[in-house]
T-cell receptor, first 114, second 114 residues
Framework: GENVEQHPSTLSVQEGDSAVIKCTYS??????FPWYKQELGKGPQLIID?????GEKKDQRIAVTLNKTAKHFSLHITETQPEDSAVYFC?????????????FGKGTKLTVNP | DGGITQSPKYLFRKEGQNVTLSCEQNLNHDAMYWYRQDPGQGLRLIYYSQIVNDFQKGDIAEGYSVSREKKESFPLTVTSAQKNPTAFYLCASNLGQGALDTQYFGPGTRLTVL
């Protein structure tokens, strides 16, 4: 089945620097790759997603890149701010039980130091 | 105000007791999901439902049960058969039509077994 590896598990940056989180997946049939941000004690919120027919997508300070050949995708946050501090999860689809499901990475705890 | 609500926010259970976690959505979504989140872990799928009166086991269904009598509601029961129930439980939903689309999460319920 699908397996999603996420690195690093923790990341600390200075305010204004860039942060990059990387994920690899195993199922070549995966076609949808969302990224979620989870603040302490809350549910995850979608921040950006990408489908397999696109190589890159950007939304203001956040971008995601996808390399289907290498089966990896990355989240890029530029000009980081303290409010970007949270746990970030990547996910990839797998087809199982007659429908698509999401398989999640284990998360990256991002700390932005002022 | 549309979205997913979960209740209670915190729940304490004595060993040997069954408890039911509530999940309600007013997004008119067909598909609903229950995930379990443990510290330092990604989200693991417990049960999912693509349509009313139908549900399927996820990766870690043992010790849990669900029902889907109404489109808006997908309650999760944690039974006494679940050996390690202390965790953060997240409910999610999406349109559920065809390819996987954005999955929206509720705020979560933190269950602690005393």
């Amino acid at each position: 089945g699908e397996n999603v590896e996420q690195h690093p598990s923790t990341l600390s940056v200075q305010e204004g620097d860039s942060a990059v989180i990387k994920c690899t997946y195993s199922d070549s049939a995966s076609n949808y790759f969302p990224w979620y941000k989870q603040e302490l004690g809350k549910g995850p919120q979608l921040i950006i997603d990408i489908r397999s027919n696109v190589g890159e997508k950007k939304d203001q300070r956040i971008a995601v890149t996808l390399n289907k050949t290498a089966k990896h995708f990355s989240l890029h946050i530029t000009e980081t701010q303290p409010e970007d501090s949270a746990v970030y999860f990547c996910a990839a689809t797998r087809f199982w039980g007659g429908s698509e499901k999401l398989v999640f990475g284990k998360g990256t705890k991002l700390t932005v130091n002022p | 105000d549309g979205g997913i609500t979960q209740s209670p926010k915190y729940l304490f259970r004595k060993e040997g007791q069954n408890v039911t976690l509530s999940c309600e959505q007013n997004l008119n979504h067909d598909a609903m999901y229950w995930y379990r989140q443990d510290p330092g872990q990604g989200l693991r799928l417990i049960y999912y439902s693509q349509i009313v009166n139908d549900f399927q086991k996820g990766d870690i269904a043992e010790g849990y049960s669900v029902s889907r009598e109404k489109k808006e509601s997908f309650p999760l029961t944690v039974t006494s058969a679940q050996k390690n129930p202390t965790a953060f439980y997240l409910c999610a939903s999406n349109l559920g039509q065809g390819a996987l689309d954005t999955q929206y999460f509720g705020p979560g319920t933190r269950l602690t077994v005393l």
